[in-house]
């Protein structure tokens, strides 16, 4: 049974920074690519940053610059570092892994206050 739980949510002062953490209960290399979305209260599901097998990064446009997306093939666990944290990125975040299907983590979630 895949597995991906996250970690590293939680309160942060805008301006300033955590890191997810997405941890696979298998291989890592069982993916196509690993990623993170966000959905705020209110507002559709959006596609955070994706990350390929082959380490092609994408980003949604409102974070490039501040997200970065990364992956650790020995620890099977994927990061997003987000710094310059604005309330807008206040969310649940959730790690999704696409292989044949996707699969999701049960989400963090992210408040930024002013």
């Known amino acids: 049974q895949v597995q991906l739980v996250e970690s590293g949510g939680g309160l942060v002062q805008a301006g300033g920074s955590l890191r997810l953490s997405c941890a696979t209960s298998?291989?890592?290399?069982?993916?196509?690519?690993m990623g993170w979305y966000r959905q705020a209260p209110g507002k559709v599901r959006e596609l955070v940053a994706r990350?390929?097998?082959?380490?092609?990064?994408t980003y949604l446009d409102s974070v490039e610059g501040r997200f970065t997306i990364s992956r650790d093939n020995a620890k099977n666990t994927v990061y997003l570092q987000m710094n310059r944290l604005a309330l807008e990125d206040t969310a649940v975040y959730s790690c999704?892994?696409?292989?044949?299907?996707?699969?999701w983590g049960r989400g963090t979630q992210v408040t930024v206050s002013s």
């Open positions: 999704a892994a696409w292989s044949s299907v996707v699969y």
């Open positions: 298998g291989s890592i290399f069982n993916y196509n690519a």
């Open positions: 990350i390929s097998a082959a380490g092609r990064t």
